[in-house]
């Protein structure tokens, strides 16, 4: 079982619709999970960062983490043909190197 | 502020060959980390160097060898290069040793293709 699990999609969503991403994880270790955003050819930018279980809310995007399940949610709300990217998940225990899921393509459709 | 450089930003190389790749840290960031993004997967942590040293290495065999500068430029070095070494190679850099508030800014990358 792979450390961080994530859907690759591809997920294709009209314009204006609110996206779930997702991504599971086996090491009850880990306290740090964020979101990167990569856009075709570039390096990965980090979008949401939140410490341990709960929600955080940043303009259109929430970030949820519920540890007890081992599982953690980006939503994003009226999504727009900018946001097409790939979503990578990313979590550290804290004194480790961040593992990173395999990322999830997301195409927003005008 | 400038953000994190990396070149080349493309290159093509045989088996067997030796590359080097650069990174340049953001403005204030003394710690660089290295990961290796193969098609379709996510990066994967190469080593960190933090005050010219390595701090901390993933499951990559020595012929993954770097080095960082006293301005806290970085270079990543491969050696006998094989077909699955083919690759995005992302520098990122931090201000600190590892630990899980660290905020990493990424390079857009060097691409390397192995034929």
């Known amino acids: 079982q792979k450390e961080v699990e994530q859907d690759p999609g591809p997920l294709s969503v009209p314009e204006g619709a609110i996206v779930s991403l997702n991504c599971t994880y086996s090491?009850?270790?880990?306290?740090?999970f964020m979101w990167y955003r990569q856009y075709s050819r570039k390096g990965p930018e980090l979008l949401m960062y939140?410490?341990?279980?709960g929600n955080k809310e940043d303009g259109r995007f929430t970030a949820q983490v519920d540890k007890s399940s081992k599982y953690i949610s980006l939503f994003i709300r009226d999504s727009q043909p900018s946001d097409s990217a790939t979503y990578l998940c990313?979590?550290?225990?804290?004194?480790?190197?961040?593992?990173f899921g395999k990322g999830t393509r997301l195409s927003v459709i005008a | 502020e400038t953000g994190v450089t990396q070149s080349p930003t493309h290159l093509i190389k045989t088996r067997g060959q030796q590359v080097t790749l650069r990174c340049s840290s953001q403005?204030?960031?003394?710690?660089v980390s290295w990961y290796q993004q193969a098609l379709g997967q996510g990066p994967q942590f190469i080593f960190q160097?933090?005050?010219?040293?390595?701090?901390g290495r993933g499951n990559f065999p020595p012929r993954f060898s770097g080095l960082q500068f006293p301005n806290y430029s970085s270079e990543l070095n491969v050696n006998a290069l094989e077909l699955d070494d083919s690759a995005l190679y992302l520098c990122?850099?931090?201000?600190?040793?590892?630990?899980?508030?660290?905020?990493?800014?990424f390079g857009a990358g060097s691409r390397l293709t192995v034929l």
């Open positions: 990122a850099s931090s201000i600190g040793m590892m630990t899980g508030a660290n905020v990493l800014t």
């Open positions: 090491n009850s270790a880990f306290q740090y």
């Open positions: 939140t410490y341990s279980s």
């Open positions: 990313a979590m550290s225990s804290g004194n480790t190197p961040l593992v």
């Open positions: 403005s204030g960031h003394n710690t």
């Open positions: 160097y933090y005050r010219e040293e390595e701090n």
